[in-house]
C-alpha cells in the first residue's frame, strides 16, 4: 500500500465504517495498535500514528495512553464522526471558489443552479426487491431526484417499456444488467447509467467467507439466489447464509458472525435486536458513479439554464 498519509486514512475510514455496518465493532472496541497496523500494511510506525490522530480529530477513534487506541463513542454515526472534518473541506471549497473570481453568494447561488432536481425523475431497474429499494433511496437521499422502481424482468416483458419508462429522466441499474438497460434506454431513447459500489464492505465480506459463516438478511428470495452466483468462487466451504426478513428465524445468526441487513429489511425489522447490531445504512455507490449522477445533474440544469 502506498505510505501516504491520506491514503492510509481513507482505508482505515472504510475499515471501520464497513465493520460498523457488518457488526463487527462497535463504539469503545479496541482497534489495532500502531505496531500491528504498522506490519500489516508495511509502512512506518510515524504514518500509521499520523493516520490515527488524523481519524482522532474527526472523532472516529480514541488515543488513550497507555491503554491504546478504542474506537469513539461519536464513531458510530459517519456523519457525525466526520462533522468537523466536513466543516473545514467547505471552507477549502469555498476558498478555491474564491480564488476562481466567485464571491460567497454567486458561488452559493450557481450551486443551488447547478443542483436543482425539481421535476427530475429516474428509474431505479433491478431484478429484486432489495435491491431497488437501495437503488432508489441512495438516488433520492443521496441526490434528490424523484424515484420509480422498475422490475427489469417485468420490462422485457413489457411490450411498450418505452411508454412505461416516458416519465423518466434517466434509467439507473447494476452491472448485472447494464446489457439489458442500455438496450431499454436505446428504445426509450433516455440515458442511463450502470452504478456500481463502494469496495469497503463487499471486500470485507468476500475476506470474511473463506474464513466462517456470513450471514445477509433480506426480504426477496431472487436476491439469495443473486447472492449465492455473485459470491460462488469464494463460498468453497458453504460460509454464505442469506435469511428473509419476516420467513425464517434470525436467532440462528451467531452473535459474532458478520452480517449484512438490507435496507427493505430493516423496515421489517424495527425494533428487532439484530439491528443493534449494525450501523444505519450507508450510501455505498462508488465516486465514479457519484460523478456520473452528479454529471447528470449538472448538465441538465445547466441546459435548462442555456448555458449548454
Keep these: 500500500m502506498a505510505d501516504g498519509r491520506a491514503e492510509i486514512v481513507e482505508a482505515l475510514r472504510q475499515r471501520f465504517f464497513s465493520g460498523l455496518h457488518l457488526g463487527l465493532l462497535s463504539a469503545g472496541q479496541r482497534l489495532p495498535s500502531i505496531r500491528e497496523l504498522a506490519a500489516e500494511l508495511n509502512v512506518d510506525r510515524r504514518t500509521i500514528l499520523a493516520a490515527y490522530r488524523e481519524l482522532e480529530r474527526e472523532g472516529l477513534v480514541e ?4 491503554s491504546g487506541i478504542f474506537f469513539a463513542p461519536g464513531g458510530s454515526s459517519p456523519a ?6 466536513l466543516d473545514m473541506w467547505a471552507v477549502d471549497v469555498l476558498l478555491d471558489a ?13 450551486i443551488a443552479r447547478h443542483t ?20 432508489c433511496a441512495e438516488v433520492r437521499m443521496g441526490y434528490g431526484l424523484d424515484t420509480d422502481a422498475h422490475d427489469i424482468d417485468a420490462l422485457l416483458d413489457d411490450r411498450t417499456p418505452a411508454r412505461t419508462l416516458a416519465r423518466a429522466d434517466l434509467l439507473v441499474t447494476t452491472p448485472f444488467h447494464a446489457g439489458e438497460v442500455q438496450e431499454l434506454a436505446a428504445r426509450a431513447q433516455k440515458p442511463w447509467i450502470a452504478v456500481t459500489y463502494r469496495a469497503d464492505v463487499f471486500a470485507e465480506i468476500a475476506q470474511r467467507l473463506p474464513l466462517g459463516p456470513v450471514y445477509f438478511v433480506i426480504t426477496d428470495p431472487r436476491f439469495a439466489k443473486k447472492l ?21 428465524e434470525l436467532s440462528v445468526i451467531p452473535a459474532s458472525a458478520p ?4 435496507r427493505t429489511a ?3 425489522l424495527a425494533g428487532d435486536e439484530l439491528l443493534a447490531r449494525v450501523a ?10 457519484a460523478r456520473e449522477l452528479l454529471t447528470f445533474l449538472v448538465r441538465v440544469n445547466a441546459k435548462r439554464a442555456g448555458l449548454s
Excluded at 63 to 66: G, K, N, P, Q, T
Excluded at 98 to 110: D, I, W
Excluded at 232 to 238: G, Q, V
Excluded at 280 to 289: C, N, W
Design 63 to 66: 488515543l488513550r495512553a497507555r
Design 80 to 85: 457525525t464522526a466526520r462533522l468537523e472534518s
Design 98 to 110: 474564491v480564488t476562481r473570481g466567485l464571491s460567497v453568494p454567486t458561488f452559493r447561488e450557481m
Design 116 to 135: 436543482d432536481s425539481r421535476e427530475l425523475r429516474v428509474a431505479c431497474i433491478e431484478c429484486n426487491d432489495d435491491q431497488t429499494a437501495a437503488l
Design 228 to 248: 449465492a452466483r455473485i459470491y460462488a468462487n469464494l463460498d468453497a466451504d458453504h460460509h454464505l447464509h442469506v435469511l428473509v426478513a419476516g420467513a425464517d
Design 259 to 262: 452480517v449484512y441487513v438490507s
Design 266 to 268: 430493516r423496515g421489517r
Design 280 to 289: 444505519p445504512d450507508m450510501r455505498t455507490f462508488s465516486l465514479d458513479s
